[in-house]
């Protein structure tokens, strides 16, 4: 499974990969830089993870919305994430 871009559409396909293997972080990343989430919010994300020793999981809290899923670092609710760019 591969993330194939085609001009302005981006199709994020199933992951069969293992946990820890950054699924979720490559995903709110990629919604970040696209325009989905603003600086500010990445950075109350990255603020809000380092008070639990998680600095580094700023980009998967953009799918990561549930108060366990932050506090145990992994992904429970697999729900669909849209977002559109203004192209």
């Known amino acids: 499974d591969a993330i194939v871009v085609a001009c302005d559409l981006v199709i994020l396909t199933p992951c069969n990969s293992h946990v820890d293997s950054g699924k979720s972080t490559t995903t709110g990343h990629l919604i970040y ?20 020793g998680k600095g580094s999981f700023k980009y998967a809290w953009v799918l990561d919305k549930l108060k366990a899923e932050r506090e145990r670092g992994i992904t ?5 994430w849209k977002f559109e760019t203004p192209k």
């Open 33 to 52: 830089q696209c325009g989905g989430i603003d600086k500010r919010t990445i950075e109350k994300f990255e603020k809000e993870a380092a008070e639990l």
């Open 76 to 80: 429970i609710d697999i729900a669909l």
